[in-house]
């Protein structure tokens, strides 16, 4: 199945995709994310078309392709192929910039899932949100508490924030179960990081964290509670 976000803030996109994909799987089942400058279509082909192989009642598998239409290997490939990888049993997720109308018109030919967040540009830029997931790794309270409350100043979204926090433990998690980043199919820098803040975080931590805050996604979703106070409250019982 192919979900598309695309839109014209860069960080809206990322969040809303990474908090979507998250969604859909299970705690310590893989999400293999594929990024512009690490494309690899033999890699894509492989885990994409897995399921179709091994036939029905096979493990799903989440791809989420970050920004990969700046890679000129990929766009053909998707603009190829985007029926069959829609039609296979995986999902298949892009995060991408405001496409074309034509690029949309393909897509929507083929019955894929596509939100359109192009929006007046919120000034969420100014904000890190990579210190955002930094200060959950370390278990940094006070810096947590701090920049939860300046993303929501920015302007940044409860599933954006969501999505960040969500990332940050699913990295931890994958990095206390593998030996390098290759086999977490994760970037290397993160990963470097992400080992680095497994130190700090007992397996149960992880998990029950991953499943609170997918829990919020999918009622805030369903319109039960106030997100932004859900999380709030997840950020001041980190220790």
Known sequence: MLTIFHGNDEVVVRGKARAYALS?????EDTLVLESDSFDVGRLEEV???????????????????????NADAKTFFDKFSEEIHAAGNHCILAEKTLTAGVLSNLK??????????????????????ALGDALGMKDKKNLWILFAQAREAGLEGEEICGVLLWQLKNILLAQSTKTFTEASVSEYPYKKAKQFSKVWKENELKNSLLELAKMYHDAHRGKGDFMNRLELFVLRVK
């Open 48 to 70: 994409l078309f897995a399921q179709t192989f091994a036939g029905f009642g096979a493990t799903q598998t989440v791809v989420l392709c970050d920004h990969v239409f700046e």
């Open 109 to 130: 030919k083929i019955g894929a899932k596509i939100f359109d967040l192009k929006t007046e540009k919120k000034d969420t830029r100014a904000f890190n949100t990579f």
């Open 24 to 28: 859909l799987k299970e705690v310590g």
